[in-house]
């Protein structure tokens, strides 16, 4: 290897080393409104101390059930909801919480968000030409309508939409579950984003066409090096998906590390619970029942009045009496792998570092 390229490697490699956008102690709640105007106020704890680093070319699955806070953490993440408390970090540097719309366009330049329903999240009266060209004009990536025009139809053969000239004229209505999710996928790619954050982008689609997009969100991740944040409720997909995995519950992060660490090896109850609830033909014995699987009991609390320390404890059934005085802190457990419990240790005595995971190693030189 040449000098040059050496420098050129050591110097992506420091670039890819550093996480691009951060959550840090992420905080948010909701007011809930009251017509009694003496009552006490209420707010929803949608989200507890949040931490999470997203880092170029490696995809972060966020996994939980549904109301565990994993959307509200995007929308966060994509200035579409204010944190409560804690901080954002781009490229290292805090985010301000500006409103003006001169700051908020030039966050979203490097962030994007693709939502769950593609459906919704797309103009019904306009074509696909105005969905993918109407952000490079903004964004002044395309300066006339000649190269807006090719822009656009160089956006859809990224996204597998090809002929592109059949569907650049074409409603939404027009198209199907996943031709409206590839089209709402161009339109975030059209910014040139450097962060990606996907929520739950095939859960409305067709089970035969998920596997399209989940293996064109990696082949985009590769190609452009993109931060990608994939929520997901299904954690047996994250493993396949996404090189670091992230446990939510009721707004509390439980554990992460690499995925394959956390699927193959869960540490926390909830997590052991989420995998036992995921179709696994290894884990069918001759009668056709699982022969491993972790008890559920109760439901997911009421995040107005959350239970104290761990939220998962009346649920867990290793709960202990200290579970309910106060959250777990974060326990190491090698090779990035880490949870928030009591059963290993005493749920840790150093503080919870901002980051999930560590990057991988540098390549041999």
Known sequence: MSVINQEVTARNWQEAAAPVLEAIHLQKHFPVRQFNLFGEKQVVHAVEDANLALYPGR????VGESGSGKTTIARMLARLYDPTGGEIRFRGAPVKLEKGPAALRAYRRHVQLVFQDPFASLNPVHDIRYHLSRPLRIFKHARSNVEANEQVLALLRRVSLTPAEQFIQKFPHQLSGGQRQRIAIARALAVRPEVLLADEPVSMLDVSIRMDIL????????????????????????????????????????????????????????????????????????????????????????????????????????????????FPKRTELGGGHWTNCFLYGDGGDAPIPSTQAAPPAAPAQ
């Open 59 to 62: 995809a972060t699955a966020l």
């Open 215 to 326: 293996n064109l969100l990696l082949r985009l991740k590769e190609e452009e090096h993109l931060a990608l944040l994939y929520i997901t409720h299904d954690i047996a997909s994250a493993r396949y998906f996404a090189d670091d995995t992230v446990v939510m519950y009721a707004g509390q992060m439980v554990e992460g590390g690499p995925s394959e660490e956390v699927t193959q090896r869960p540490k926390h109850p909830y997590t052991q619970l989420l995998l036992s609830a995921a179709p696994d033909p290894d884990r069918i014995g001759p009668d056709g029942k699982s022969k491993s699987t972790l008890p559920a009991r109760g439901e997911i609390p009421s995040l107005i009045k959350p239970p104290t320390g761990c939220r998962f404890h009346p649920r867990c059934p290793h709960a202990m009496p200290v579970c309910k005085e106060r």
